[in-house]
């Protein structure tokens, strides 16, 4: 079994979530925070020790045990150590499922929010873990080989580690600068035991990390042609004054911003499982990103994105912004305008593949507030704009997923929704496909 099965496995043991992805955010992460207080050996060793107790007699089972009979103080200590390991990964990867820890619920977006809990306490006391500088790009192999150049310079002074959480719409991988060293080293789950990288090869870190990226499924290899559409965090420690003012300084230099700049090119540029800069600005929350989006118009004034394009697996932007749970995204997209006849631009019914549409997912994880904001939407004519009723494949609607869930907020706002004729617009009788169910059977 492999590392990520085992973290997998391990993670269920310990009754956390159950599901095989957010591994890649758990081991960038906590490698990172290893890596910035020197700490990166002692990680290595702690995933090895959960590697030997899998595959022996004891099994994960063995990090499960009651601590008061264990007898062993140094054996002890290990078992506290791995259960922080995962507990601190969790919140990296599952934030939204501990709104209570944090009195709101957060993403895997809000790093800096969520490493206030989840840090060791050693990178605590050395002035916590600081976001230094993050930003989106779109780059070709060319650009990414540009931008380690200009990181390069950024690091080679300094006389202290910095590390880069690179994140796509499917994968996260860590990328760490040893300053005694003078080379980088990319840490991915799918491959643990990468070799470090001499600072001035930019051609081979820049071909490595595409390879990183191209988590698509389908066997697609790096190339220069290939587009990485990435956000890209620069953390530090807290204490480190003289490498916020460097990064500052690299931020506004011409090179960094021509390789940043928002423009027709950067705008049409797509990744192999069909993702642009504007998906992943939606994915991470960039708001002014998406403004900046949206004010780009042809001579017409005509937008010059498509803002109901999908991806290659049918996701759509709203869809996107609903499962991140930014309602304020949902309104910049809902709201959009054709300029000549004021009708909506966007179509926020539109499905997945499999036929879930944004509201159906908004109705089944309970976010109230993005159906308060579904309920609110209609047309010039006083119609809803959102169809309630839609069902997915296998006839599933969102008032019956509320209802499954136990989601009684959202039952209560959809049961009482009234069209302008004064009728209700959910169908609470509507039976599910695959078995005949209906709502009140199940609630």
């Known amino acids: 079994m492999g590392l990520h099965d085992t973290l997998v496995s391990l993670r269920n043991t310990l009754g956390y979530t159950k599901k095989e992805s957010g591994l890649c955010v758990l081991y960038a992460e906590k490698a990172i925070d290893a890596f910035l207080i020197n700490d990166y050996e002692a990680f290595k060793e702690r995933l090895s020790y959960i590697q030997d107790m899998q595959r022996s007699a004891k099994g994960l089972g063995f990090f499960k045990q009651d601590l008061s009979t264990v007898p062993d103080a140094e054996e002890k200590q290990k078992i506290i150590d791995v259960r922080a390991l995962i507990e601190q990964g969790e919140l990296y990867s599952y934030s939204a499922h501990y709104p209570f820890l944090f009195n709101k619920r957060l993403f895997q977006k809000d790093v800096d929010e969520i490493a206030l809990l989840a840090q060791s306490e050693k990178l605590e006391t050395l002035g916590g873990r600081a976001s230094l500088a993050c930003f989106l790009g779109s780059y070709t192999q060319e650009d990414l080989e540009n931008l380690f150049k200009l990181l390069e310079n950024l690091v080679r002074p300094l006389s202290c580690n910095i590390a880069l959480s690179l994140t796509t719409d499917n994968h996260r991988i860590a990328l760490c600068y040893c300053w005694r060293e003078k080379n980088w080293l990319i840490i991915d789950i799918n491959n643990p035991e990468s070799n470090p990288i001499e600072i001035h090869r930019h051609n081979v870190l820049a071909y490595a990390i595409q390879v990183k990226l191209f988590r698509d499924g389908t066997g697609t290899k790096a190339s220069k042609n290939k587009i990485s559409v990435v956000q890209t965090q620069i953390i530090g420690v807290g204490l480190q004054l003289v490498a916020k003012n ?36 939606v994915i991470t929350g960039c708001h002014d990103t998406i403004k900046l989006l949206i004010e780009m118009k042809d001579n017409d004034g005509k937008l010059l994105l498509d803002f109901n394009r999908v991806d290659n697996i049918g996701m759509s932007l709203v869809y996107k912004a609903t499962e991140k749970n930014d309602i304020e995204i949902i309104k910049l997209l809902a709201e959009l305008q054709d300029s000549s006849t004021g009708s909506f631009l966007v179509n926020c019914n539109k499905a997945r593949h499999d036929g879930v549409t944004p509201v159906f997912l908004a109705a089944q994880e309970g976010y109230h507030r993005i159906i308060r904001l579904f309920i609110a939407l209609k047309t010039h004519n006083g119609e809803q704009c959102i169809d309630f009723n839609q069902c997915i494949n296998g006839g599933y609607t969102p008032f019956y997923i509320a209802a499954q869930n136990g989601h009684i907020e959202i039952m209560k706002l959809l049961i009482t929704l009234l069209n302008a004729e004064k009728q209700l617009v959910v169908d609470v009788n509507l039976r599910v496909v695959e078995h005949g169910g209906t709502p009140i059977l199940i609630a």
Do not use: C, K, T
């Open 246 to 281: 460097a990064v500052n300084g690299m931020l506004a230099s011409d090179q960094f911003n021509s390789l940043h700049e928002i423009n027709s090119d950067r705008i049409a540029r797509i990744n192999s499982r069909g993702i642009d800069l504007l998906d992943m600005a």
